[in-house]
């Protein structure tokens, strides 16, 4: 992140590497993606004690190398479907097409947006408090892991590249940024299904 933001600084006339589809970072992020899903069927088909997780990963760095080459588009030049005018060439196009439709209900219907978050916080605080003691006792066994660590990483910089891609805030900078943060989510994905091929494992 740092080395990105140094040459987004220092060469402004070279950030379309950065920013630009098809350019490196995002290249980059596909080439790590990729090697993921590789590298997880080879770990299945070794064998592991640690199938579902890499089963997960192995679907996720596919659909994650999908999702950086827009699902083959441009390579194809396939005609993408919309969804209320958003085009889907992308995972994360849901997550725009959720926001347009939230924000509809928020300007319409804002009595039923207040609704539906109370029932949905209701929801999720009486699982919280009922499965609690199993929550615990799963994340004090696996907080400390490699994988675990991996993955909240991946989770946590897809979450805040998918925030910048909602466009909340308008700063240019920013695209680079999004750009830096998935090609860091692939890479600790990556690290992830590498750690779970040599993890012991969890104590009960």
């Given amino acids: 992140m ?7 600084l220092l060469f402004p006339d070279y950030r379309t590497y950065l920013i630009k ?4 970072i995002e290249n980059l992020s596909a080439i790590s993606y990729l090697s993921t899903f590789f590298l997880s069927s080879i770990f299945l088909f070794k064998g592991t004690q640690h199938k579902k997780p890499l089963i997960l990963i192995a679907f996720l760095g596919l659909l994650g190398c999908l999702d950086e ?7 194809f030049k396939l005609n993408m479907p919309r969804i209320n005018g958003v085009k889907l060439d992308s995972a994360h196009d849901f997550v ?7 924000t509809k209900l928020a300007n319409n219907d804002p009595n039923y947006l207040f609704l539906l978050l109370g029932i949905g916080g209701i929801v999720l605080a009486t699982v919280t408090f009922r ?4 929550l615990k006792q799963a994340l004090s066994n696996v907080y400390y892991e490699p994988p675990f660590i991996l993955g909240f990483l991946f989770i946590l910089l897809l979450c805040l590249a998918l925030l910048i891609d909602l466009g909340l ?3 240019y900078a920013l ?15 990556f690290f992830c299904s590498f750690s779970l091929q040599k993890q012991r494992p969890c104590k009960q």
């Fill in 69 to 75: 080459i827009s699902f083959g588009e441009r390579l």
């Fill in 175 to 189: 695209r680079a940024i999004e750009e830096l943060f998935e090609m860091n989510a692939a890479l600790a994905l």
């Fill in 96 to 102: 725009s097409i959720g926001q347009k439709e939230i």
């Fill in 2 to 8: 740092l080395i990105g933001s140094l040459f987004y």
């Fill in 21 to 24: 589809e098809d350019s490196l």
């Fill in 169 to 171: 805030v308008d700063y």
């Fill in 131 to 134: 499965y609690k003691k199993q």
